[in-house]
T-cell receptor, first 117, second 113 residues
């Protein structure tokens, strides 16, 4: 089946620093990638939609200047958490969807666990 | 009212038993429904889609009741490897996020030897 990778899988950073997370579709072209955040014992919450070659669309309440998204190619989207704070500590998961496919055909990456100290 | 509600559990069930969990959704315009499985510190993985006619995949049976806006998942002959969190996911045109998906918080299942 389709594979989506994320890097890094786990990162600890100091408050005030920036962290970049990569999401790659390994065997298909992903015209759309989604970025989610999941806090402990909570549901996945969509943060933003990343479309190749255009600006990301952010969900209400998500600061676009804090969570920078770049989808420069059909196989790579990056999420940069700028000036991270402890409250940004969470599990960040991307999913990738091929062109014209239904939402059930989105494939999740393995997630990145971010801890901000 | 939350869009997708699930009993968080945990459900502690002996190996070999049958267990069922339910999920309710608030958006009557929802179009498709899924159960995902999420292991600790891992990404969700699609377990099965849910149809009004009901569907079965091995030991797993999912059913949808559109009138009651209710989805169920039944696991027969439970295995230790079934221990996980089961997420109810609803796809709503014009609702949910831009991907149309709304995730429940999940039901935590623990199969005991």
């Amino acid at each position: 089946g389709a594979v989506v990778s994320q890097h890094p899988s786990w990162v600890i950073c100091k408050s005030g620093t920036s962290v970049k997370i990569e999401c790659r579709s390994l065997d298909f072209q992903a015209t759309t990638m989604f970025w989610y955040r999941q806090f402990p014992k909570q549901s996945l919450m969509l943060m933003a939609t990343s479309n190749e070659g255009s600006k990301a669309t952010y969900e209400q309440g998500v600061e676009k200047d804090k969570f920078l998204i770049n989808h420069a190619s059909l196989t790579l989207s990056t999420l940069t958490v700028t000036s991270a704070h402890p409250e940004d500590s969470s599990f960040y998961i991307c999913s990738a969807r091929a062109r014209g496919r239904a939402s059930s055909s989105s494939y999740f990456g393995p997630g990145t666990r971010l801890t901000v100290t | 009212r939350k869009e997708v509600e699930q009993d968080p559990g945990p459900f502690n069930v002996p190996e070999g038993a049958t267990v069922a969990f339910n999920c309710t959704y608030s958006n009557s315009a929802s179009q498709s429904f899924f159960w995902y499985r999420q292991d600790c510190r891992k990404e969700p993985k699609l377990l099965m889609s849910v149809y009004s006619s009901g569907n079965e995949d091995g030991r797993f049976t999912a059913q949808l009741n559109r009138a009651s806006q209710y989805i169920s998942l039944l696991i027969r002959d439970s295995k230790l490897s079934d221990s996980a969190t089961y997420l109810c996911v609803v796809n709503s045109m014009g609702g949910g996020g831009a991907d149309g998906l709304t995730f429940g918080k999940g039901t935590h299942l623990i199969i005991q030897p």
